[in-house]
Structure formats: structure tokens, C-alpha cells
């Protein structure tokens, strides 16, 4: 194990990532930043027992895809880890796709997580990904919660390289000369993720005078203390419930009452969440008024009756 991978394995072994005994599905795209999370973790056993299992994902999109799951076949063959290939030909040409095909994946790591009796699911997300998704949240009107979007540790999922920059991860991969696959997909700028890393991010990033990566991590850092506060501060129950009450919503200051209702319509299935939706309904609370109702997607509807604040399908 070389220094760069001993320092991600006291990382995870103080932040508790990983223990002796584990049983791990890694999900293994071929990338680099999938490849050197495989990589790391079977080093990792020289110091500590861990059980791994791979997962890839073929989803059927691209002409290179066979060619990918060949590779990482004959990878696991001379780690002996074994791994797993689940292939679908259901996505191509459907709306809203690369959300599908994430919750696809998600959906069959959990699936295969308990069929195999594993403990956690490893996934290769870094320093890159963060500040990406930082800024496309904050594009979208996102709160100052959304500053903390990718979690390292949210049982099952760990995500041991989330602080690591895309390039230390090239770097490592190289000085272990272990090849990994590019995916073309990902130099274009059809989709808004790829806009904003390709064109976006480096333009950001000669503004910040090459300092964009530390200056993001450290919004991140303050995002998850104001999480962790909120936490102790609101009880899951007050939004993880059937409905919410007026008088308690408007317990809470703005910013956390509206942090509130956007947890409520997580807990309800609403994972496309317009701010200016969850500030119209603070509104309609702090009005006080009954007989109101707003229409969310796809056919979903959140009203308010009696004071109380309710969300089902629209009639």
C-alpha cells in the first residue's frame, strides 16, 4: 500500500467507515474513480478483513458497455473478487433517464446488499462530484443545506474518496499502472451535470485563483454543522409523519421551518423539490389559512385544512 492509499485507509478507519469483518458491495462503473475505490479497498485487506463484492452496472446506452463489463470480469478474476453484472435495456429513450438509471442502480445495489448478506455499499463519488453537485443545487435555488448534498458516511452507503480530488485518484491509478475505462458520455455537455463540469467548473475555477475545490469544502463542512444543529434542534417525527401542524412549523425560525417542509416532501417520495414551492407553502402556514392546495409533480398535491398540512395524489 502506498502513501496516498494508507491516508484514505486512516480515513475510513477514523471516520469509521470501515471495521474488521465488513462485507462491502462496491459499486464499480470502470471509471477512475470507481476503479481506484476497487483498488483501494482490496489493499485494504492487508491491514484489515473485509469481504468485497462487485457490482457493475451495463445500462445498455453505449456501444463500449460489453467491452466494459469484459474488462471488469477479467479484473475480478485476478483480484478473486467476485463480482456481479446486471444489465437492463429499459432506459434508453425514456424522460428524465439519468434519474432512472440512478435509482435503477440504487435499487440493485440494496438488492443485492441483502441477498448477499453484506453490510455496506461503497461508492466511489469524490472531491469533483461534491463541488459539482454543490454548485447545480445551488443553480436550482437549493437552501444552505443543499452546500452538503453528498454524505461519507449515510449507513449503508459509505463514500471513502468524497474529499479526494478527481486527479489524486488519476495519479494513484497510474503509479499502480492499473488501466481503468473513459466513458465518452461524460466529455459531452448534453446534460446540465456535464455543462457544469466541463464548462462551468473551469471557469469557477480560474476565478477562485485555483483554490474553487477548498473554498466548496469548506461550505460543505459549515452545511453539515447547520444540518447536524437541526437535527437536535427538530425531531424526525415532526416531519417524518403523516401530517404537519401549523402551530409547530411556526415553532421554528424560517430557515429551519422551511427546512421542515422540504424533509416532509423527501419522506413523501418528492425528490424534485422546487424552493419557491416550499417557500409558497411556509407562506400559506404563516398565513394562518385553510382551504389551500398546491400542485407538485406528477400529480401530486399538498393542501392545507384545519391548520394541518397534508400532501396525496390530486383528485
Known amino acids: 500500500m502506498n502513501r496516498f492509499g494508507y491516508q484514505i485507509y486512516k ?40 469481504e468485497l463484492h462487485w457490482v457493475h452496472f451495463n445500462h445498455g446506452l453505449r456501444s463500449e458497455s460489453e467491452n466494459e463489463a469484459l474488462f471488469i470480469r477479467d479484473l475480478s ?12 435495456d429499459r432506459l434508453s429513450g425514456q424522460k428524465d433517464m439519468q434519474n ?18 453484506f453490510d455496506k455499499i461503497a461508492l466511489g463519488h469524490h472531491l469533483n462530484d461534491l463541488t459539482e453537485t454543490q454548485i447545480w443545487r445551488m443553480l436550482r435555488g437549493g ?17 471513502p474518496l468524497i474529499h479526494t480530488p478527481k486527479r489524486d485518484l488519476e495519479k494513484y491509478l497510474n503509479e499502480i499502472n492499473q488501466d481503468w475505462c473513459e466513458d465518452a458520455s461524460n466529455s459531452g ?26 473554498k466548496l469544502l469548506a461550505l460543505d463542512h459549515d452545511a453539515r454543522l447547520l444540518k447536524e444543529f437541526f ?3 427538530v425531531p424526525e417525527e415532526h416531519y417524518q409523519c403523516d401530517s404537519l401542524q401549523y402551530s409547530q412549523i411556526l415553532t421554528y425560525p424560517p430557515l429551519f421551518a422551511c427546512e421542515l417542509i422540504h ?22 402556514i404563516k398565513s394562518k ?18 391548520k394541518l398540512v397534508t400532501i396525496g395524489k390530486k383528485l
Open 289 to 306: 389559512r385553510g382551504n389551500w392546495s398546491i400542485d407538485l409533480k406528477e400529480g401530486v398535491q399538498i393542501s392545507g385544512h384545519h
Open 77 to 88: 478474476r485476478k483480484k478473486g473478487i467476485p463480482v456481479s453484472i446486471i444489465k437492463t
Open 11 to 50: 480515513t475510513c478507519i477514523t471516520e469509521g467507515l470501515i471495521r474488521h469483518g465488513d462485507k462491502i458491495i462496491v459499486s464499480l462503473s470502470g471509471g477512475i474513480d470507481s476503479m481506484s475505490l476497487c483498488c483501494l479497498l482490496s489493499e485494504f485487506r492487508e491491514k484489515i478483513d473485509l
Open 143 to 159: 437552501s444552505l443545506f443543499s452546500f452538503n448534498p453528498i454524505q461519507m458516511k449515510g449507513l449503508p452507503y459509505i463514500r
Open 100 to 117: 432512472k438509471a440512478r435509482q435503477w442502480r440504487y435499487e440493485n445495489l440494496n438488492r443485492i446488499m441483502i441477498q448477499q448478506g
Open 263 to 284: 424533509r416532509y416532501l423527501i419522506y413523501h417520495g418528492q425528490t424534485e423539490i422546487n424552493r419557491a414551492n416550499v417557500e409558497l407553502i411556509f407562506k400559506q
Open 231 to 233: 437535527q437536535e434542534q
Open 189 to 214: 455537455s448534453d446534460y446540465t451535470r456535464n455543462l457544469i463540469r466541463n464548462e462551468l467548473m473551469p471557469i469557477l475555477q480560474a476565478c477562485a485563483g485555483g483554490k474553487l475545490e477548498e
